[in-house]
């Protein structure tokens, strides 16, 4: 019903900047939020951002240096990292949760993108 596709992964120093884009299709459902986790090699996965309503959420170890912003036009949310830090790396996945037609939430995930910081 939803499908998600990431891009903008890749390689990058300690203190650059990177920014992921997720861009949903699919009919059938409406989106009621999406966000951004990670994660890293023998690590759980937890949550980075997220956007819902209007507002945003973020893990305290991203804040002020992490911004998640969408454009409605284009079906895409994306997730600006800043300042960022070899404890960043990780396999960062797109999420959607979205309301079917019958009222039933289901959560959706992108494919996933490497993040490497490292100099």
């Known amino acids: 019903q939803v499908q998600l596709v990431e891009s903008g992964g890749g390689l990058v120093q300690p203190g650059g900047s990177l920014r992921l884009s997720c861009t949903a299709s699919?009919?059938?459902?409406?989106?009621?939020?999406m966000g951004w986790y990670r994660q890293a090699p023998g690590k759980e996965r937890e949550l980075v951002a997220v956007t819902s309503g209007g507002s945003t959420n973020y893990a305290d170890s991203v804040k002020g240096r992490f911004t998640i912003y969408g454009d409605n036009a284009k079906n895409t949310v994306y997730l600006q990292m800043s300042s960022l830090r070899p404890e960043d790396t990780a396999v960062y996945y797109c999420?959607?949760?979205?309301?079917?037609?019958?009222?039933?939430?289901?959560?959706?995930w992108g494919q996933g993108s490497q993040v490497t910081v490292s100099s």
């Open positions: 699919g009919s059938g459902s409406s989106i009621t939020a």
């Open positions: 999420n959607a949760r979205a309301r079917s037609r019958v009222g039933i939430y289901w959560d959706y």
